[in-house]
Structure formats: structure tokens, C-alpha cells
């Protein structure tokens, strides 16, 4: 069984920074192969990047890290859009295993 729980999300002024993270549980063999989507309200969930490939709209502004020794995973977000605004989801790729999800919300 695999557990996977996001945690900081939260309000953000256009310009801004976060940092979400995700621990990880259970029968996980590699972190590279955790992800991290968003789906925003209205919208299908999309990609935001797994293993190195970042979606277009956040390349150069996201970047993925992974701490081996705490079974986290990281997504530190810089220059956040209000586009960005969306439910973020770590992901276990080509497994079922999703986490609960952490609200980003960029707005003035």
C-alpha cells in the first residue's frame, strides 16, 4: 500500500513563492518516480512535472527535488501566476496511488 499526503499550499500574491511537499509511504521504489499534477477549478488535471520534464507553462519557475532519507518530495514553486491557482497532486505515475491534493491559490 502506498500513502502519499501534500501538505503547503495556501494564498499567494501573483510574484510570490511556495514550496509543497509530499511524504511518501508504503511500497515505493524509486521518489523519481512521483510526480506532480494540478487540476484547476473547471479544468481536466494536467501535468506539472514528472521525472525531469516540466510542462511548459511552469518550466524555469518549478523545480522538483527529492530528499531520499525522508521519503519527500518536493515542488518549489517561484514568480507564481494567478494561472497557477489549482489543487496540486502528488502522484505514484502508472500506479492509482494519488494524494488528497493542497490548494494554491495565487491572487492580489
Known amino acids: 500500500q502506498v500513502r502519499l499526503v501534500e501538505s503547503g499550499g495556501g494564498l499567494v500574491q501573483p510574484g510570490g513563492s511556495l514550496r509543497l511537499s509530499c511524504a511518501a509511504s508504503g511500497s515505493i521504489s524509486n521518489l523519481y518516480n512521483l510526480g506532480w499534477y494540478r487540476q484547476a477549478p473547471g479544468k481536466q488535471r494536467e501535468l506539472v512535472v514528472v521525472?525531469?520534464n516540466y510542462a511548459a507553462p511552469v518550466k524555469g519557475r518549478f523545480t522538483i527535488s527529492r530528499d531520499n532519507a525522508k521519503n519527500m518530495v518536493y515542488l518549489q514553486m517561484n514568480n507564481l501566476k494567478p494561472e497557477d491557482t489549482a489543487v496540486y497532486y502528488c502522484?505514484?505515475?502508472?500506479?492509482?496511488?494519488w494524494g488528497q491534493g493542497t490548494q494554491v491559490t495565487v491572487s492580489s
Open positions: 502522484h505514484l505515475v502508472n500506479t492509482p496511488y
Open positions: 521525472f525531469a
